[in-house]
């Protein structure tokens, strides 16, 4: 027996003006474990297929493989010795009508350290609203290959520092832990500009910001959640600049629960502006079962061959790719 769906945000009662239904699978989530280097990114991918678009392309890839009727999962696709032709059908087939959002997971953790912890943290910081921080967070996480062990150790204090649960107050050890790792950076020379973001954190500010997380101020996004930014980046590409409204159906996902996706939408109207008169390009989000939905498990093959093929991403997936994606938008290739 299947348990019932959590999350979501009913659609308003009356959606003004156009209106874009998209579906959409993330790959690689894996709770505020952020630092398991098997999995270093989460992709989150969208389509605006109706329901029988989808389940023609799906019906079309599995009659080339021998899987049974249920769900179609990318694990499956990817391990067949076709799959290479199949892809390059598959990404043709969805031109033009899909999305992705890369997230690079460590360069997400330091986001963090600069939306909240030397900015005032916010529902639409990681994503385009919040783009004045990006350099900032770019230039630190460019530094990190001087810093040896020491990054992560680093990265490791950030995340112990910020997770909440089964603490009623800021541990004075952790914080502590936390300075020194930043201490140790410092020591790495990582350059002038990356030291002036270490050098910002100041302990007057973190345990300000430590005592409305500790106090749950629901103002502040949680700290270690990169689902929202990727719905948030996806929300504003569909909305075509605030033209139309977005209603998304998503894979069950416990991050986006009714209050944080209303703060969210919150967010969203005022960042549209006067032009839509505070009208929120999200319109609502609806669980959905991918089992059930076959245009979200094209949206689940996308995201899966964004996260296990990395090598497509700047290649034949590059068209599908969000330019604001959390992630260093110089190639690899350079200065790694």
Known sequence: MRSPLQGGLPPVDTVAGAVVEIACDESGFSGTNLLDPASPSITHASVDLRVGEAAEL???LRSGFRFGPDEFKSGQFLRD??????LEWFLAAVRGRAHVHLIDKE?????RIVDLLLSEPSYGAGTRLTQDRRPAALTLYRARHLAGRDWRVFLAAFVELVQIKRRRRPDPLVVERFFRARDALLRDRLGAPAEDVLNGLGRTRVQAVLTRLFARDRSIPPPLEPMLP?????????SGGGTRQVLVTHDEQSALTADRLSRLQRVLADAAGSSSAGISPLAGLV???????????????????????????????????????????????HGR
Do not use: H, K
């Open 58 to 60: 799906i019906t079309a």
């Open 81 to 86: 010795p076709a799959a290479g032709e199949a």
């Open 107 to 111: 360069y997400f953790l330091i986001t």
């Open 230 to 238: 990727a719905l948030a980046e996806t929300v504003l590409f569909w």
């Open 287 to 333: 669980m959905a079962d991918s089992r059930d939905d076959p245009r979200v498990q094209v949206a689940d093959l996308l995201a899966g061959m964004a996260r296990r093929l990395p090598e497509i991403v700047d290649g034949p997936l590059q068209p599908f790719v969000s330019p604001t994606s959390l992630r260093d938008p110089r190639p690899p290739t």
